[in-house]
C-alpha cells in the first residue's frame, strides 16, 4: 500500500512539474501561420543582408547563450528539493530567444529547445525574425516579450505587416502603419526582463531609456532606440555622440524612394557571436559603437597628495554603460603608471595571460543577491540587487586612485576603459571545452604626465 502511494504522489508530482515548465502559455499560433525570412528577402533584399547573422537572427544559435541557458537550468535540476520559482525562470528564456517556436508551442522551456536541438523546424531557430516583429501588434506589459501579435496565414495569406510607413502598398501581403513599431517602448517589450517569479529586475535597459536624457517625453524631441539603433550601418556608428544622419533608400524592391529606410544590423556590444558567423562587418560594427560610447578624464589637481581621479562619462549610450545582462559583462578601467624609463609601477585592472581580472579592478557591473544579501551568479536564484555602479546617459562616474608610496620622478598614467561579452573566467568554467575566447575592446583611452 505503501509503495502505491509513492508511486502515485510521484505521478502527480511529474504532472504538476510537466503543467509548470509546459502550459504556462498556450501556443494560439501555428508555425505554417509564419513566413521565412528567406521569403521576405525575396522583395526586401538589403534588409535582409542587414539582418542575416545579426544577434537579432542569432539569437537562438548564439552558442553563449544556449551554454550559459543550460548552465543556469542545470544548477536549478540538481538541487533537492528543485526549486519551483527558480526553475520557472531558467525555463523562461526561450520567449525571447526563439520566440516563433515558442509562441507556436515548441519549444515553450529551455529543456525542450535543449531537447529538439535537432529537430527544432528552421524557421523557429532563425530567432527575431521578419515575421515575428512585423505581425506585433501591441504589448500587454512592457517587459518579458509579453506582445500581441496578428500573424497571417502563411504564403498562401501572408496577412497584414505594420511597420513605420503610412503610405506602403505592397502586391503581395497588406501593410499598415504602427506607432508602436517607431517606438521604444517596442525594443523594451523584449529588452526589459524580469524575473518571471520574484520579479527582480534582471535587463533594464528600456527602463534606462526612459529615465535618460534621450527620452522628452515629447516624440518630435526624443530619441528612441531606432533613433541610433535602427540608424546604424557600416562607418556610421549613429550614438548619442555622433551624427545620425538619415539613410535614404528603398525598403522594398520596386517600392518608392524614402528619406530614411530603418536599418535592420541589431547591432550592440557583441563583436563575437556574428563573427563566429563569419560576419566580420558587424563585429566591426559593434566595436565601432563601442568606441563611441564613452570618454575618460585624469584629475591629477590632488597628485601632491598621492591620489588622483578618473572620470569615465558615458556619452554615446542612451541606457546605462553597461547594459544588458550586467552580472555578465564586463565594463571595466585598466590603469597603468608607467616610470619615464618605460617600467611599469603600478597597475590596476591589467589582466593576466589567461584574461582573468585581479581583484582590484573597478568594473562598472550589477550584482544580484538571493534574498539575504549573498551574491548568486544564477540568475534565477536573483531576488535582490545588491550592487549597480553602472554610468547613467550623459552622465559620469569618478573615482580616485591613491598611488602607492614612494614613487618619486616622472611618470606617465594611462587609463583604458576596456569592455567584454562576458567574464572570461566564468565563460571558461560554465562553457569548458566549448569555451570561446573572448575579444577585448578598448572603448577610450586617456594618458597624463605627472611628477612626484
Given at each position: 500500500m505503501?509503495?502505491?502511494?509513492?508511486?502515485?504522489?510521484?505521478?502527480?508530482?511529474?504532472?504538476?512539474?510537466?503543467?509548470?515548465?509546459?502550459?504556462?502559455?498556450?501556443?494560439?499560433?501555428?508555425?505554417?501561420?509564419?513566413?521565412?525570412?528567406?521569403?521576405?528577402?525575396?522583395?526586401?533584399?538589403?534588409?535582409?543582408?542587414?539582418?542575416?547573422?545579426?544577434?537579432?537572427?542569432?539569437?537562438?544559435?548564439?552558442?553563449?547563450?544556449?551554454?550559459?541557458?543550460?548552465?543556469?537550468?542545470?544548477?536549478?535540476?540538481?538541487?533537492?528539493?528543485?526549486?519551483?520559482?527558480?526553475?520557472?525562470e531558467a525555463e523562461s528564456c526561450v520567449k525571447c530567444h526563439i520566440p516563433v517556436g515558442y509562441i507556436t508551442g515548441k519549444p515553450l522551456t529551455v529543456t525542450e529547445e535543449l531537447a529538439m536541438e535537432n529537430e527544432l523546424p528552421e524557421?523557429?531557430?532563425?530567432?527575431?525574425?521578419?515575421?515575428?516583429?512585423?505581425?506585433?501588434?501591441?504589448?500587454?506589459k512592457k517587459y518579458n516579450a509579453h506582445f500581441t501579435y496578428k500573424p497571417g496565414n502563411g504564403e498562401a495569406d501572408p496577412g497584414v505587416k505594420r511597420g513605420p510607413f503610412k503610405d506602403s502598398t505592397p502586391d503581395w501581403h497588406q501593410a499598415a502603419y504602427s506607432k508602436f513599431h517607431t517606438?521604444?517602448?517596442?525594443?523594451?517589450?523584449?529588452?526589459?526582463?524580469?524575473?518571471?517569479?520574484?520579479?527582480?529586475?534582471?535587463?533594464?535597459?528600456?527602463?534606462?531609456?526612459?529615465?535618460?536624457?534621450?527620452?522628452?517625453?515629447?516624440?518630435?524631441?526624443?530619441?528612441?532606440?531606432?533613433?541610433?539603433?535602427?540608424?546604424?550601418?557600416?562607418?556610421?556608428?549613429?550614438?548619442?555622440?555622433?551624427?545620425?544622419?538619415?539613410?535614404?533608400?528603398?525598403?522594398?524592391?520596386?517600392?518608392?524612394?524614402?528619406?530614411?529606410?530603418?536599418?535592420?544590423?541589431?547591432v550592440g556590444g557583441n563583436s563575437v557571436i556574428p563573427a563566429l558567423y563569419n560576419d566580420k562587418i558587424k563585429g566591426q560594427m559593434a566595436q565601432e559603437r563601442l568606441k563611441n560610447a564613452a570618454t575618460i578624464m585624469i584629475d591629477t589637481r590632488d597628485i601632491s597628495t598621492g591620489a588622483f581621479a578618473v572620470t569615465v562619462i558615458n556619452t554615446g549610450a542612451g541606457?546605462?554603460?553597461?547594459?544588458?545582462?550586467?552580472?555578465?559583462?564586463?565594463?571595466?578601467?585598466?590603469?597603468?603608471?608607467?616610470?619615464?624609463?618605460?617600467?611599469?609601477?603600478?597597475?590596476?585592472?591589467?589582466a593576466d595571460k589567461k584574461g582573468y581580472l585581479p581583484d582590484n579592478t573597478i568594473i562598472f557591473k550589477t550584482?544580484?543577491?538571493?534574498?539575504?544579501?549573498?551574491?548568486?551568479?544564477n540568475i534565477a536564484k536573483a531576488k535582490e540587487i545588491l550592487f549597480d555602479n553602472r554610468i547613467l546617459p550623459k552622465e559620469s562616474v569618478t573615482n580616485t586612485i591613491v598611488l602607492p608610496k614612494g614613487l618619486k620622478g616622472k611618470f606617465t598614467i594611462q587609463v583604458r576603459l576596456l569592455y567584454r561579452l562576458a567574464d572570461q573566467k566564468t565563460v571558461n568554467e560554465v562553457m569548458k571545452d566549448k569555451a570561446v575566447t573572448l575579444p577585448v575592446i578598448e572603448m577610450a583611452t586617456a594618458k597624463k604626465d605627472i611628477v612626484l
Open positions: 505503501k509503495s502505491k502511494i509513492v508511486i502515485i504522489i510521484g505521478m502527480i508530482s511529474l504532472t504538476v512539474y510537466a503543467f509548470f515548465v509546459g502550459c504556462k502559455s498556450t501556443p494560439h499560433y501555428t508555425l505554417a501561420q509564419f513566413i521565412s525570412p528567406a521569403t521576405c528577402g525575396g522583395c526586401h533584399d538589403e534588409i535582409y543582408e542587414q539582418w542575416k547573422n545579426s544577434m537579432h537572427n542569432l539569437a537562438q544559435k548564439d552558442i553563449i547563450y544556449k551554454e550559459f541557458a543550460a548552465f543556469y537550468l542545470d544548477e536549478i535540476k540538481k538541487q533537492n528539493p528543485i526549486n519551483k520559482d527558480e526553475l520557472e524557421i523557429t531557430k532563425e530567432g527575431i525574425q521578419c515575421d515575428f516583429c512585423h505581425v506585433i501588434v501591441d504589448a500587454k517606438q521604444s517602448a517596442f525594443c523594451g517589450t523584449c529588452h526589459d526582463v524580469r524575473h518571471v517569479v520574484y520579479g527582480t529586475k534582471l535587463e533594464t535597459t528600456f527602463e534606462e531609456w526612459t529615465k535618460s536624457p534621450y527620452n522628452t517625453g515629447d516624440e518630435k524631441t526624443s530619441v528612441p532606440c531606432q533613433g541610433c539603433h535602427m540608424y546604424h550601418r557600416p562607418g556610421v556608428p549613429a550614438t548619442g555622440s555622433t551624427p545620425r544622419p538619415n539613410n535614404p533608400g528603398f525598403a522594398a524592391f520596386g517600392g518608392p524612394q524614402r528619406d530614411h529606410i530603418f536599418t535592420h544590423y541589431f541606457h546605462k554603460l553597461p547594459t544588458g545582462l550586467t552580472d555578465v559583462r564586463q565594463m571595466w578601467l585598466e590603469i597603468v603608471i608607467m616610470s619615464q624609463y618605460g617600467r611599469e609601477v603600478f597597475a590596476i585592472g591589467k550584482i544580484f543577491g538571493d534574498g539575504n544579501g549573498k551574491p548568486v551568479v
